[in-house]
């Protein structure tokens, strides 16, 4: 099982950014495909998740309105939209699944480094 995330880079603030998920070695059907990010020298954050199926997603606050998580099943892939970025933003991003009743997410990606400059 494979997630390979990519899409990183230096962008200025303000700007959008749209990192990539790809999928291998499984489906996951009726699984969370989450995202995740880790600022140096802090602890990690969730970003917000969509479930494989359906679609449905779920942000916490601190991330609503500026991110958007989708997925494009024929590619196996799941995207993270970014806008109005902010330095405060540039950290190393992950993407990460879990079957809904599991307490953590067992499978990860090797992140994609953010950075915003200001």
């Known amino acids: 099982v494979q997630l390979q995330a990519s899409g990183g880079g230096l962008v200025q603030a303000g700007g959008s950014l749209r990192l990539s998920c790809a999928v291998s070695g499984r489906t996951f059907g009726g699984y969370f495909m989450g995202w995740f990010r880790q600022a140096p020298g802090k602890e990690r954050e969730f970003v917000g998740r969509?479930?494989?199926?359906?679609?449905?997603?779920y942000y916490p606050n601190s991330m609503k309105g500026r991110f958007t998580v989708s997925r494009d099943d024929a590619k196996n892939t799941v995207w993270l939209l970014m806008n109005s970025l902010k330095p405060e933003d540039t950290a190393v991003y992950y993407c990460a699944a879990k079957q809904p009743s599991s307490a953590r997410y067992d499978y990860w990606g090797q992140g994609t480094l953010v950075t915003v400059s200001s």
């Open positions: 969509i479930t494989w199926s359906g679609g449905s997603t």
